[in-house]
């Protein structure tokens, strides 16, 4: 199957061999065919099959024929973050260069005076995060009524992240006879929901089962303490010749501290989350990008759907709590016919969301004895936590082989809800 069999112009096949692109995506070959018949449609897909562009293509196809009118856009993408909601503005403006479409974002954290401005000129393609969307909406510095192609992107991230009722409120602004296409990484029940209130009739595509991990993805763990983190961490990176990485952690507070210890320890390093203001966000992914930063230490938010060219490695410094995440996770390496690999650093305390992970993805993750300075480090101080008589809380647990062990106290390991 090739771009020119799917019913795009020449315009917009010219753009993709530009791109050097001659052959879609399986999500690709069976979306574009269906929204091009103003099909109403569910895309059940994860990051990095070519989903973004499997929705930009058509609509580009589709609106190529029209003119916006000031304020009133005449379609409407919702993403989850500004983050992602930048990507797909650069797919419009990669596709769509050889048409004269006007597009605008309107994302949180950066001023609403150019957004306003760019709205009052009349834009074709509106990217928006609900946050900003509903606000600008609420001044009435938007009108809805002639939005004719809804696309809710990443809806489970929506989902996870709290904006399920302002997509509610959304869909519900927009004409009902509107065409919507709904994207999404997995099909939990309350996606189900929202596609059987808001979509009409629509075609269900699914492209690889919902928690399948790449198999260019080498995987692997490694045991060890809170305590040990960090060096663990940074011996692994010496030892794996890393070209550029992602570094996932659970919590905020600790992307800030493990950060500022990588670069005492030389590494080029740097920060991505959700408390930092728009402009650092995107001038720090774009340094990425460049091959400027090495190493993006970063939380799940700030780093969905992300998508970098090359990427080698991508390392846990934490088990991800919700399994889905850690497919997630992975999967910005070994994209493209490329491989990359996987570590994931695990604690005692983690075993419960390991589990979770090695059900979900019906595989098991190999497990290294790996013998870096912080695994021998460890040795020493379990040693040491020998010969000084620390409290003991005596108990007996089973370990993963179902053998019986003995619990001595918290030792290294804090439990969660001391953290």
Request: glycine fraction near 8%; charged fraction near 30%.
């Amino acid at each position: 199957m090739t771009f020119e069999k799917l019913g795009l112009s020449e315009n917009i096949l010219k753009a993709i061999n530009e791109c050097g692109y001659d052959k879609p995506t399986p999500i690709q070959e069976q979306a574009i065919p269906v929204i091009l018949m103003a099909r109403d449609v569910v895309g059940v897909a994860q990051t990095g099959t070519g989903k973004t562009a499997s929705f930009t293509l058509p609509m580009i196809e589709i609106l190529a024929g029209g003119r916006a009118k000031a304020r009133m856009p005449r379609s409407l993408i919702l993403s989850p973050t500004r983050e992602l909601a930048a990507q797909i503005a650069e797919n419009f403006d990669l596709y769509g260069k050889h048409c004269k479409l006007e597009k605008a974002l309107l994302v949180g954290g950066v001023s609403m005076d150019e957004q306003i401005k760019k709205l009052d000129r009349g834009v074709d393609v509106l990217i928006a995060t609900p946050g900003r969307l509903l606000d600008l909406f609420e001044r009435g510095k938007i009108l809805l009524n002639d939005i004719k192609i809804l696309v809710i992107d990443e809806a489970d991230r929506m989902l996870d992240m709290g904006f399920i009722p302002d997509i509610e409120k959304i869909s519900s602004l927009v004409p009902f006879t509107r065409q919507t296409l709904l994207f999404s990484a997995t099909m939990q029940p309350e996606i189900r929901k929202l596609t059987q209130k808001f979509l009409s009739n629509p075609k269900e595509i699914s492209v690889a089962p919902p928690a399948s991990t790449s198999k260019n993805v080498e995987q692997f763990i490694v045991r060890t303490s809170p305590k040990n983190k960090d060096v663990l961490l940074a011996d692994l990176i010496d030892q794996e010749k890393v070209q550029n990485a992602f570094i996932f952690c659970n919590r905020k507070r600790d992307i800030d501290g493990l950060t500022r210890y990588l670069k005492k320890r030389g590494y080029n390093a740097r920060a991505l989350h959700g408390d930092m203001v728009q402009k650092a966000r995107q001038e720090t992914f774009e340094a990425f990008k460049a091959g400027e930063v090495t190493l993006l230490v970063c939380s799940d938010v700030a780093a969905r759907g992300l998508d970098v060219q090359g990427l080698s490695h991508v390392f846990n410094y934490d088990v991800p709590f919700n399994s889905d995440d850690y497919v997630h996770r992975i999967g910005r390496t070994g994209r493209a016919g490329m491989t990359g690999r996987a570590w994931m650093l695990v604690t005692s305390y983690e075993d419960k969301h390991l589990d979770a992970i090695e059900s979900l993805t019906k595989q098991k993750i190999e497990e290294v004895d790996f013998k870096g300075s912080s695994s021998k480090k460890g040795a020493k101080e379990d040693s040491h936590k020998k010969e000084t008589s620390k409290p003991k809380a005596k108990g007996k647990r089973n370990s993963s082989k179902g053998e019986e062990s003995e619990v001595i106290g918290f030792g290294d390991d804090i439990p969660n809800f001391f953290r």
